[in-house]
């Protein structure tokens, strides 16, 4: 499917930021995050704050990763004031580093791709934490408005592609002659994905042999072993677990569908 433009991204990155940052404003920082229950709102805010602050080095600093320019997360503030104070300084600076630099330019990611080694990169993955955190603020303050449904169907790409899909340097994906079509109605698009099995060895030792994974393919040209179909904004939030599959459909091979949910009972934060 076709990505938004880079200009697209950045304009997202600010509405949505600017959406979390207006409904946690006033809410209790104790309340718990119904999405992510081991957070209050105060770690939540606090999250998408170190988050932003992480990227913006990152870009600033480009190509080096975290670990040559020798990255240090700041403290936590100790109030929900000194929190939000944080958190506008942190994007303010984000978003001036990410907005002057050339999306093509180098820049360290930890896509398992090298064509995702670039400043590129930052602008589609925080488009989509903000949006995914602007939503789990108003979960928190009980005012969930609608997503961008071009920004939706965007992100039931990327979440499936870079978030369930990554393929680190160090595996291998071998696929199963099976097609999962994520089917977004109100988009006139879909996600093609093919279930396979990832194997090898992490850096740290860890042995990884027959895992069950899900990775996004081209349009194979034949029918899908199973379809999901529903609006981007319900399947968007429903991948990320935010909600439930109300009004989503899945038809096709139950076998088939039960290799998909092993990858997508996987959490995400």
């Known amino acids: 499917m076709t990505r938004l433009s ?4 950045l304009t997202a990155i600010r509405r949505e930021s600017d959406r979390f940052r207006e409904v946690l404003v006033d809410c209790d920082p104790a309340a718990t995050v119904p999405s992510c229950p081991e957070w209050t709102a105060a770690d939540l805010l606090w999250h998408l704050t170190t988050v932003q602050h992480w990227w913006g080095a990152i870009v600033t600093h ?3 990763t975290g670990e040559e320019l020798g990255y240090v997360e700041p403290d936590r503030p100790a109030s929900y004031e000194e929190l939000l104070a944080s958190f506008d300084d942190t994007h303010a600076r984000f978003v001036a580093a990410v907005e002057t630099a050339d999306p093509t330019e180098p820049a360290y990611s930890w896509s398992g791709d090298p064509v995702n080694h670039t400043v590129g990169f930052t602008y589609r993955r925080q488009a989509h934490e903000a949006l995914v955190h ?3 603020a108003e ?14 169907a965007d992100g039931v790409d990327e979440a499936l592609d870079w978030m369930y899909g990554n393929l680190p ?7 199963l002659p099976h097609y999962v079509e994520f089917r977004l109605t109100d988009a006139g698009t879909s996600v093609w994905t093919q279930p396979g099995t990832f194997q090898g060895t992490a850096p740290d030792g860890t042995v990884y042999t027959d895992e069950t994974d899900l990775h996004v393919v081209a349009d194979p040209g034949r029918a899908a072993d199973v379809v999901v179909s529903g609006p981007a904004a319900d399947l ?6 935010r909600r439930d599959d109300a009004g989503i459909e899945v038809t096709g091979d139950a076998t088939v569908w039960d290799l998909v949910r092993t990858v997508l009972d996987q959490p995400l934060d």
């Open 62 to 64: 480009r190509p080096q």
């Open 134 to 136: 602007r939503l789990d």
């Open 139 to 152: 979960l928190t303050a009980g005012k969930v408005t609608p997503f961008d449904t071009a920004l939706a």
């Open 169 to 175: 340097p160090w595996g291998s994906f071998d696929p």
């Open 6 to 9: 880079f200009p697209e991204y």
């Open 236 to 241: 968007n939030a429903w991948i990320w677990r």
